[in-house]
């Protein structure tokens, strides 16, 4: 998952608030779309081009407005209240959708991130700097994600709330792994140095944007090397 730092919400937000909206349904409004757009913008910038579950490279044009406290979860009132609250959106991927109608998948079991999640509440949220320190993300060499969390929950909804371990992403973290198998194989043995410089570099946006799965590399770098 990407370690989310939340900036200040677009000014275009707190305006609209303060002429009376309260519904994030309001977004779709010919006044709201502009809002929505700078939405958009910035928790794309914010995230560094990543999705907020998988950390698949999304798009201003491909990614949700994905709400942590769901808007039609169990606690339906909260999730109205804190529909249009910045603090509570996440920018995530389509979950899929288009992979399987490329591929001809009909499944639904192969979909991940908030198109599995639906309106199902997290125990942890990648936005908050505290939740975030409790996940305890690791990889495996299979390209699985697992959590190391002393949150029981939040260790079982890896898989059964977010689905982070359908085979198409398993791939892609397997992928990422691999560039970094290839990368040692053609530098040798990396001195301590050189090792935290690959690393720190591998964390650095480039243009304001990460790589997809940069955390996976960034594992196995600190592993392997």
């Given amino acids: 998952m990407v370690r989310i730092i939340k900036k200040w919400e677009p000014k ?8 009376g909206a309260v519904s994030y349904d309001e977004l779709d409004s010919s006044a709201g779309a502009i809002v929505k757009e700078k939405i958009q913008q910035s928790l794309y910038a914010e995230q560094f081009g990543l999705c907020a579950y998988c950390m698949c490279t999304i798009t201003l044009d491909t990614m949700k407005i994905e709400h942590f406290y769901p808007r039609n979860g ?18 995530v991927c389509d979950g ?5 109608e490329e591929h001809n998948i009909s499944n639904e079991d192969n979909l991940s991130c908030d198109a599995a999640k639906g309106n199902k509440l997290l ?24 959590s190391d969390s002393l949150n029981l929950s939040f260790k079982a909804e890896i898989e059964s709330v977010l689905n982070l ?16 198998i ?18 720190k570099a591998l964390k650095t ?11 996976v590399s960034v ?7």
Avoid: C, W
């Fill in 12 to 19: 275009e937000l707190t305006e609209f608030r303060k002429k």
């Fill in 74 to 91: 169990v606690n339906k009132k909260l999730g109205e209240q804190k529909s249009l609250d910045y603090s509570n959106m996440l920018a």
């Fill in 96 to 100: 899929g959708i288009k992979f399987n």
């Fill in 123 to 146: 125990s942890l949220n990648p936005s908050v700097e505290t939740d975030y320190r409790q996940m305890k993300i690791r990889y495996s060499s299979d390209g699985k994600i697992h």
């Fill in 165 to 180: 371990n359908v085979p198409r992403l398993i791939t892609m973290r397997k992928a990422a792994k691999m560039k970094v």
């Fill in 182 to 199: 290839d990368y040692l194989k053609k530098n040798g043995k990396l001195t301590a140095t050189k090792k935290n410089e690959r690393i």
């Fill in 205 to 215: 946006p480039k243009d304001g944007l990460l790589p997809a799965f940069y955390d």
């Fill in 219 to 225: 594992f196995f770098m600190e592993k392997l090397a």
